[in-house]
C-alpha cells in the first residue's frame, strides 16, 4: 500500500484531454464540461454547510465501492460538505424509490444517484428538485429533464470494446455477450454501442447473457458457458477478471476478453491473457459531487459531463496497464483513482473512505 500511495501521490496533476492517471498519464477525456470548474479542494476536514445524499442499488461491488468512496472523499476535502448520507443496498427501481424519499426526508442538499432504471426515478427525482435539491446521476442517465449527468459515455464503452473483439476474430465467430444488469441506463448504452459494431460484423454471432454485474455470477455463467459452448471471443460489461478466472478452472485455452480497467483484469492483460481493458473510472462520484457544490453555489453547469473512454491492450497500451496495476488494491476496483481536474483528495484519502465528520 505504501508503495501504491507513493507512486500515486509523487506527480503533478493537470486539467487534460484524457483520463488521469495515478502517474500523471492523460487516459480518458472530458467532453461537455470544460466550463465546469471544480469545488475548492485541498486538505480540509469538512465544517461545511452542505449535507449530501447518495444513493446506490448495487452493493458489494468494487466499482460502486470506489464510486461512494470518491464522493466522500471530495467532500471531505472540498470544505463545503458537513455530512455525507449514504443509502448503498441491492435492490431496483421500487427500493431506489423508497431510498431517494428517505433521503428527500432527512434534508439533504443535493443527491448523488446512479440509477437503477432511465425513467422509473423520474417522478421523485423531479420532486426532489423542485423542493430546491440539487440531483446528479452519475455513472447512468436518467430522462428526468432537470437532473444532471456526470458520466463516463457508456455507449463509446460498448462500441470500443466491439470494435476491438471484432477486430481480434478478424470479423468472424462466436460472441459470449456478457451484460450488466437488465434495464439499467449503462447497459442499455453499452448494448447501443455493442449492437451498432456488430451490425457491420455478420460473420459474428453472439449469445446474450446478462450478469447483474456480479463477478461471481459471471464466472459461474462464463463456466457454464464455455463447457457447454465453443466460443471465440467475450465481451463483458467489466465483469472480467473472474471470467477469465474461469478458463483456468476448466483447462481451457484462453480466448479474447474485453472488459474495464478493474485491476485484477489489467493484471491479467500484463500477464499475457488476450484482450483489452475499457477505462470506465468509478471517480466519476467525485464528478458528480462537484456539479452538484458547483450547482448549490449558482455557478453555471453544463447538464451533462462526459467522460471518453479508451481501449488499452498490452501491443497498444502496455505502459497504461503498467501504470495502473495496484497489486495492494482489490483486484474489483477500477484502477484510475483520480479525475482531474475534478478531483482533489490525494489516493490515502480515497482509499479511506472517509467522508466529513466520519
Excluded at 455525507?84 to 431510498?99: A, E, L, R, Y
Excluded at 444517484?113 to 423542493?131: G, W
Excluded at 491473457?273 to 456539479?291: F, R
Excluded at 452538484?292 to 462526459?306: R, W, Y
Aim: glycine letters at 10%; a neutral charge; proline letters at 6%.
Amino acid at each position: 500500500m505504501a508503495a501504491l500511495l507513493a507512486a500515486c501521490s509523487s506527480t503533478s496533476k493537470t486539467a487534460s484531454s484524457g483520463s488521469e492517471s495515478p502517474a500523471g498519464s492523460a487516459a480518458a477525456s472530458a467532453s461537455s464540461a470544460a466550463a465546469s470548474s471544480p469545488a475548492s479542494g485541498g486538505s480540509s476536514t469538512g465544517g461545511g454547510s452542505y449535507v449530501i445524499g447518495v444513493s446506490n442499488t448495487i452493493a458489494g461491488n468494487g466499482w460502486r465501492e470506489e464510486m461512494i468512496c470518491s464522493i466522500k472523499a471530495q467532500a471531505l476535502v472540498s470544505g463545503q460538505v458537513k455530512k455525507v448520507v449514504v443509502i448503498s443496498k441491492n435492490g431496483g427501481p421500487t427500493d431506489q424509490i423508497q431510498d431517494l424519499q428517505n433521503l428527500i426526508s432527512q434534508g439533504v442538499n443535493a443527491i448523488i444517484v446512479n440509477p437503477s432504471d432511465p425513467e422509473k426515478l423520474n417522478s421523485v427525482l423531479e420532486a426532489a428538485v423542485k423542493k430546491g435539491i440539487v440531483v446528479v446521476a452519475v455513472d447512468q442517465a436518467v430522462t428526468a429533464p432537470d437532473v444532471y449527468l456526470a458520466a463516463n459515455n457508456q455507449e463509446e464503452y460498448g462500441k470500443l470494446g466491439a470494435e476491438w473483439l471484432a477486430k481480434a476474430l478478424n470479423g468472424k465467430g462466436d460472441v459470449l455477450y456478457m451484460r450488466g444488469a437488465q434495464g439499467a441506463p449503462a447497459d442499455i448504452a453499452r448494448d447501443q454501442g455493442f449492437r451498432s459494431v456488430m451490425a457491420q460484423y455478420p460473420g459474428i454471432k453472439f449469445k446474450e447473457v446478462y450478469t447483474g454485474w456480479d463477478f461471481t455470477k459471471a464466472a459461474a455463467l462464463a463456466t457454464q458457458e464455455l463447457t457447454a459452448h465453443h466460443y471465440d471471443g467475450i465481451w463483458t460489461s467489466g465483469t472480467d477478471y473472474t471470467v477469465v478466472n474461469a478458463f483456468k478452472t476448466l483447462g481451457k485455452t484462453p480466448i479474447p476478453v474485453v472488459g474495464a480497467d478493474n485491476n485484477g483484469f489489467v493484471a491479467q492483460l500484463l500477464a499475457g491473457q488476450p484482450g483489452a481493458a475499457v477505462t470506465n473510472p468509478a471517480a466519476v462520484g467525485a464528478v458528480g459531487l462537484d456539479i452538484a457544490l458547483d450547482v448549490l453555489q449558482g455557478k453555471s453547469v453544463p447538464k451533462q459531463t462526459l467522460l471518453t473512454p479508451e481501449v488499452w491492450d498490452l501491443a497498444t497500451a502496455k505502459d497504461k496497464l503498467q501504470t495502473y496495476h495496484f497489486p495492494n488494491l482489490p483486484p474489483t476496483w477500477p484502477s484510475q483513482v483520480e479525475i482531474k481536474p475534478w478531483t482533489t483528495y490525494t489516493p490515502q484519502q480515497l482509499i479511506a473512505c472517509k467522508g466529513p465528520g466520519e
